[in-house]
């Protein structure tokens, strides 16, 4: 069955980095859009950024400047690169995939803990 599975996550200072990756597996992911969602205590989960099959790019407006969607088809994998991190990105990320095809095909990851403090 179809698997997605995030790392990178972890504790980092305000104004720090992190990349986050999401390696596929069973799918056939050059088909698919990938996006990543993030879910802050309290609030609910919300598209960070997506990066279709074609290769077009999404972001949400907090990550335009900061984030950097890309991916790897020939890796399975779908990365998410952020800069100048601040409290407010702390949240469980999640890694997307979604193909339509007649049907709808969509799957999540477990997501990963990213932690932004002093």
């Known amino acids: 069955q179809v698997h997605l599975g995030e790392s990178g996550g972890g504790f980092v200072q305000p104004g720090g980095s992190l990349r986050l990756a999401c390696v596929a597996s069973?799918?056939?992911?050059?088909?698919?859009?990938m996006s990543w969602y993030r879910e802050a205590p309290g609030k609910g989960r919300d598209l960070v950024a997506t990066i279709t099959e074609g290769g077009t790019l999404q972001y949400a407006d907090y990550a335009k400047g900061r984030f950097t969607i890309s991916r790897d088809n020939g890796a399975n994998a779908v990365y998410l690169e952020m800069n100048n991190l601040t409290p407010e990105d702390t949240a469980v990320y999640y890694c997307?995939?979604?193909?339509?095809?007649?049907?709808?095909?969509?799957?999540w990851g477990q997501g990963t803990q990213v932690t932004v403090t002093a």
């Open positions: 069973k799918m056939t992911f050059n088909m698919y859009d």
């Open positions: 997307h995939a979604k193909l339509i095809v007649g049907r709808t095909y969509e799957y």
